[in-house]
């Protein structure tokens, strides 16, 4: 799972790395100009990543095209299934992970499996759940990954002792983390969560059963109604109920706010966002913050970026694109830089053996959290994408909704969710 607008905050990790390639730059009369599509700070990244490419390739230049989030993704939709083809179409494209499955699932991204890319031969050198979920439905493989966010919960440690809280109790599991989040409303009034709907998503995504995406079984039906969605959906409503979430929506000004002031006990999000509390949304509150696993000994991603090449880009330019995303996902040094400046989490993993991981992290109290994520990263379950995951997600949100405000039951939320995305895929 991921926030997409994380996007517009955090350095989305672009990361480099030299390696074979089918052809390189100067063997004959090759392109002499690649178009790379990016988005916000990735594009920053990747142009960080360059001036070495550029040298090594013969003095290819590079275009990079940045586009808003929303804006590269839908530009990109666009482009794909633009029946004029490769004019219009960039040698390179980041996707966001959240979007891998609208696209990886169609026609329009070029099978990496195949000769002459030979990309499962680099399947041991990422992490597992991030190369796995690059495959489309014949298990072709049609992205590199770059970054990952590994999922955990942030906590502050100072309500928490306050509360007469421990970590321990807090992460038991999800029943636990709701037990826990109404004593820390008794006894200092703070919010345990910034709304019900994060923890629904997160429930979802780490509770599905081997072979799932978060809203598909393993042969692409909705299943939407089976007791994940039971128990997320029953979680959010005694968090609702007991006044446990502040009803604030992720990257608003409300939310930063509570934030600030202590007004939120938790974060269930990806490993960036520590990153982004220090630099960004709330620096004074240094030391004040802990990091932790998910509770229950859950694991789930959040966000990460993949680099594709469409099938129907100029095939003169594939071998070079082919090399350049090479260089953007598997050099262990641009790996690193782009987490130490931009909290880019490597998907490669020989970057994770390097010393800064064991470094300990100011912000979070000294605590060495970059050891907890790295373990969180090796055991998230890999899911399937699916087409329609965020539309299935935008149903889901609306019946929660349905029971949250208007008290409408759990079952005939779940029932009228599986209906309408049963009709849909019937279509």
Not at 77 to 104: I, K, N, Q
Not at 126 to 140: L, M, T
Request: proline fraction near 7%; hydrophobic fraction near 45%; glycine fraction near 8%.
């Amino acid at each position: 799972m991921s926030d997409p607008h994380r996007r517009h905050l955090l350095a989305a990790a672009l990361a480099t790395a030299a390696g074979a390639c089918p052809a390189r730059a100067g063997e004959g009369a090759g392109p002499a100009r690649l178009v790379v599509a990016a988005f916000p700070l990735v594009d920053q990244i990747i142009r960080d990543a360059l001036p070495a490419w550029h040298q090594a390739n013969g003095g290819v230049e590079v275009e990079v095209i940045s586009r808003q989030y929303d804006d590269h993704h839908t530009a990109m939709t666009t482009a794909l299934s633009s029946s004029s083809g490769g004019s219009h179409l960039p040698d390179v494209m980041a996707l966001e992970a959240s979007y891998m499955g609208r696209f990886s699932l169609g026609a329009g991204l070029q099978d990496l499996s195949a000769p002459p890319y030979g990309a499962e031969a680099l399947r041991e050198r990422f992490v597992p759940f991030a190369f796995e979920q690059a495959r489309n439905r014949q298990h072709a493989l049609v992205a590199l990954p770059t970054d990952i966010g590994p999922g955990t919960l942030l906590y502050r440690r100072d309500v928490l002792d306050r509360a007469g809280v421990t970590p321990a109790e807090l992460t038991a599991s999800w029943e636990a983390y709701v037990a826990a989040g109404a004593r820390i409303k008794a006894r200092t009034g703070a919010y345990l969560i910034a709304h019900a709907r994060y923890l629904k998503n997160i429930v979802i995504a780490a509770t599905q059963p081997p072979g799932h995406s978060a809203y598909f079984d393993a042969q692409g039906r909705p299943a939407v109604d089976g007791p994940a969605f039971q128990r997320a959906f029953s979680l959010c409503l005694q968090v609702r109920r007991q006044g446990l979430d502040a009803i604030v929506d992720t990257w608003r000004n409300d939310w930063a706010e509570h934030l600030r002031r202590g007004r939120l006990a938790t974060e269930l999000t990806g490993a960036w966002m520590a990153g982004q509390l220090a630099a960004v949304i709330a620096p004074e509150t240094r030391g004040l913050w802990r990091a932790a696993q998910l509770p229950g000994g859950s694991y789930a991603g959040y966000g990460g970026t993949y680099y594709a090449i469409p099938r129907r880009s100029d095939p003169a330019r594939k071998a070079l694109a082919w090399n350049l995303i090479r260089h953007l996902t598997l050099d262990r040094a641009l790996q690193l830089r782009a987490f130490k400046g931009y909290d880019a989490f490597p998907a490669l993993l020989s970057a994770h053996e390097d010393p800064f991981f064991d470094e300990p992290m100011p912000f979070l109290g000294g605590q060495r959290a970059r050891q907890l994520w790295r373990d969180a990263a090796r055991r998230i379950p890999p899911r399937p994408l699916h087409r329609q995951n965020k539309f299935a997600e935008e149903v889901l949100n609306g019946e929660l909704d349905n029971v949250l405000i208007y008290d409408k039951p759990i079952p005939q939320a779940l029932g009228d969710a599986q209906a309408l995305l049963q009709h849909r895929a019937n279509r």
